[in-house]
């Protein structure tokens, strides 16, 4: 076990914050983990599993013992005509495992291309864009109990997944580290392009029967003309959640705006563009200093340089009084705020 003190986490986040952890592990087995878990040095230190880094705001450094999560592995747990069952470590990037299943022809996660993060911390948000969220595939997932140190398997609906949501966000927060996770792909796979961007793309490229292949460069074109590369400008996605909100206080709204976009979830629940509104508020592409709002997409804070995560917090807790005081909903963030 090599730990290491005072280690910058400035590459570990996608917002590119430069803080540093008090220890730091990297971990590329189970046993490595119940190794650690068992020492006495660190039992009593607080815990921060790391896997992608990119649904996390570093608001200060971490003054406890950091994990990165590097458990790799993709194992073909069962197969037939239809269907392919497949087991992932918790370390395998996201993106690259959507590539493998689309080259393989398996369906069901190529609208998922292009997400940053790894695998493991898939489940944890319930990822999901243009139309689909990982809880369609997903099967289960094993994961340590930190308490006992004992491998328990979580089924999709012990997962309790919800929008952006799932019991590993809630009831069970801290409590485990996902080490793997199953997912069942299609080999006939039914395509969702029902999504106005990717129908767009594809219409404009005149393909008239796509592959899985064909809506994978769809999507990953879309993201790339909307949403920052981390690589190059620090960056979690979507900061906040598109809440959900009651159809009176819509209608409300569409008296003054008659252009709100929302979705219909059922006929009292209708879903609002976070993003729209924070548009409509005046905050679209504003910048501070060296951070500020994606000047493509309203839904995304950034990182130019050096921000520290206190400015990027901050300005989140601006966006949200204002978004409340001009119509009157509260905004969530999505992303972790350390
Ligand atoms: N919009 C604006 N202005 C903006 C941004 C968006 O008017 O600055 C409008 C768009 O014109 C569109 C609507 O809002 O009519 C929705 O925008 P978009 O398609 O970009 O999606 P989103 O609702 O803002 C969600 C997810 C994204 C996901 C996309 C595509 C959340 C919090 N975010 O964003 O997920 O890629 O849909 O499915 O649900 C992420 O979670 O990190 C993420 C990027």
Redesign the pocket.
Known sequence: MNVIENYPLIKLNTFGIDVKAKYFTSINTVNELIEIKKSEKFKDHELLILGGGSNILFTKDFNGLVILNNIKGKEIVDQNDDSIILKIGAGENWHELVMYCVDNGWGGIENLSLIPGNTGTAPMQNI???GVEIKETFVELEALEISSGKIVKFSNSECEFGY?ESVFKNKMKNKYIILNITLELNKNPILNIN?G?VKAILETKKIETPTIKDVSNAIISIRQR??PDPKKIGNS??F???PIIDINLLKLIEGKYPNV?SYKINENKFKI????M??KAGW?GKKFNNFGVHEN???VLVNYGLANGKEIFNLSEKIILDIKEKFGITLER?VNII
């Open positions: 999901g864009a243009y952006r999504y961007d909307k949403l996605g979507s906040f959640k598109n976009v563009a976070a993003g729209w924070i548009e679209k997409q309203a839904l999505e």
